[in-house]
């Protein structure tokens, strides 16, 4: 094996060799301490951005950097205002440390940190995707009345939304997939339900279904993300859709099989 270096004039970092070597820290939690000590020292850190900096997701994040910490090499704590926590602060070092250097010791009275556990509240990642709800309102469709669905994860008409986007599009997407079913969960707990997805679904396939260069993102993690609102509200760009080369009214289910499908009469 050979090592082929660049000549270093920008875009490269200087950190301290001992992380990397340490063998107590697995490649994850190397990784992620030399990707850190790569940003500016005021650098404020947010665990949900820096996942959107890798492939791993959010929940091999936090347990790199679980291990970080209980080997010393990343702090973290509250800052609290008149009793409260208002934010959290997290320290970042290029070997272990035992104990916080007075000059970055947290200023707080000792009661306060009778409970270590609270250092990753609900506040930071909050289970908002499977929440109780009350009774089921009634919702108009098409001039229709139906009964809107639980929002539940056992309710949620996750096949009938995924048939309508494979059926539009051509693409063979599951139902089934735990990352679809997260994201499909968290908008239909914001309220939307199976007409404002297949309106999305519409409203995309005719934007984007013969661009090259967008076609790629008919997939739920764009079409089901945080956008989904301004996907669903966008000006019509006119009629169409469906798969390039089929007949797309007669793959594609109408609004009231899969009304059936899912349980809505």
Do not use: C
Not at 140 to 156: A, E, F, P
Not at 169 to 181: F, I, L, P, Q
């Amino acid at each position: 094996m050979s090592i082929f270096r660049v000549r270093k004039n920008d875009n490269f970092v200087v950190m301290d060799k001992t992380a990397l070597h340490d063998d107590r820290l697995s490649w994850k939690a190397k990784g992620i301490i030399a990707y850190m000590l790569s940003l500016p020292d005021d650098w404020t850190f947010f665990v949900e951005e820096l996942a959107t900096h890798a492939s791993d997701g959010e929940d091999s994040l936090r347990t790199g950097l679980k291990e970080l910490k209980r080997l010393g090499y990343l702090h973290r704590f509250p800052v609290k205002e008149n009793g409260k926590i208002v934010k959290w602060e997290t320290h970042v070092f290029e070997t272990p440390q035992e104990e916080l250097p007075e000059e970055i010791k947290p200023q707080q009275e000792k009661p306060d940190v009778e409970k270590p556990d609270v250092e990753k509240p609900d506040v930071e990642k909050p289970d908002v995707e499977f929440p109780d709800v009350e009774n089921p309102t009634l919702l108009s469709i098409n001039n229709t009345k139906y009964l809107s669905l639980l929002s539940n994860k056992d309710n949620v008409p996750f096949a009938e939304i995924i048939e309508y986007l494979n059926q539009k599009a051509g693409t063979s997407y599951r139902a089934t997939s735990k990352k679809t079913k997260q994201l499909i969960t968290a908008r239909w707990n914001e309220g939307f339900r199976l007409d404002d997805f297949m309106r999305v679904i519409d409203n995309k396939t005719t934007e984007w279904l013969n661009n090259p260069e967008w076609s790629k993102y008919l997939r739920p993690e764009t079409l089901f993300s945080p956008k989904f609102e301004g996907y669903l509200n966008q000006k019509a760009f006119g009629k169409g859709g469906g798969a390039s080369g089929t007949n797309s009214a007669a793959l594609t289910p109408s609004r009231e099989e899969l009304y059936r499908k899912a349980g809505i009469k």
